[in-house]
T-cell receptor, first 115, second 113 residues
Framework: EADIYQTPRYLVIGTGKKITLECSQT?????MYWYQQDPGMELHLIHY???????EKGDLSSESTVSRIRTEHFPLTLESARPSHTSQYLC??????????????FGQGTRLTVV | QKEVEQDPGPLSVPEGAIVSLNCTYS??????FMWYRQYSRKGPELLMY????GNKEDGRFTAQVDKSSKYISLFIRDSQPSDSATYLC?????????????FGQGTILTVHP
């Protein structure tokens, strides 16, 4: 079983609030990712990090921001939540490995509802 | 146009049936192909991956890739109720990290006893 944890699992919050979704992994993986998944839709990469102090935006534009101060921790922040941010957010990690395929491990996700 | 197309189903089959799940893709830069399984209220977990055309078998699961047709498949033999989940195809491009994935929409599968 993957050792990657997301909190909270479910969050209902009012418009305009600042929120931080937590993601931690205990596998020592260098690479971490955030995906967004709307109901019935595909996962889209919104942020990724190749290591401490490294963050990049993914394929899908997002108003959220991320930080990577510690290897094991990759939080996602929304400064002012809006109903359009309602979605499921999935965190993943993979190890740095050259020459062989390594899998990405996913957390259980945070289901965010902004009312 | 989406880079990866997957029939969302839903697909409902009796226990013991052979299930075929498929994805097509448009970008020939995709080199690694994966199938993830996602149970309700859980994160996706990797089932199989392959990086070449042909078949790869793992127990009741067979992954098939046809790069010339840009088509991948997952076959499940002797399907069980525990196989009921959403199946996601995913792929990534050569030279990118294995977590930077482009996903299909997912196919919801229900196997009824």
């Amino acid at each position: 079983e993957a050792d990657i944890y997301q909190t909270p699992r479910y969050l209902v919050i009012g418009t305009g609030k600042k929120i931080t979704l937590e993601c931690s992994q205990t596998m020592g993986h260098d690479k971490m990712y955030w995906y967004q998944q709307d109901p019935g839709m595909e996962l889209h990469l919104i942020h990724y990090s190749y290591g401490v102090n490294s963050t990049e935006k993914g394929d899908l534009s997002s108003e959220s921001t991320v930080s990577r101060i510690r290897t094991e921790h990759f939080p996602l922040t929304l400064e002012s939540a809006r109903p359009s941010h309602t979605s499921q957010y999935l965190c993943a990690s993979s190890e740095l490995a050259s020459g062989r395929v390594t899998e990405a491990f996913f957390g259980q996700g945070t289901r965010l509802t902004v009312v | 146009q989406k880079e990866v197309e997957q029939d969302p189903g839903p697909l409902s089959v009796p226990e013991g049936a052979i299930v075929s799940l498929n994805c097509t893709y448009s970008n020939s830069a995709f080199q690694y192909f994966m199938w993830y399984r996602q149970y309700s209220r859980k994160g996706p977990e990797l089932l199989m991956y392959t990086y070449s055309s042909g078949n790869k078998e793992d127990g009741r699961f067979t992954a098939q890739v046809d790069k010339s047709s840009k088509y991948i498949s997952l076959f499940i033999r002797d399907s069980q109720p525990s196989d009921s989940a959403t199946y996601l195809c995913a792929m990534n491009k050569y030279g990118t990290s294995y977590g930077k994935l482009t996903f299909g929409q997912g196919t919801i599968l229900t196997v009824h006893p």
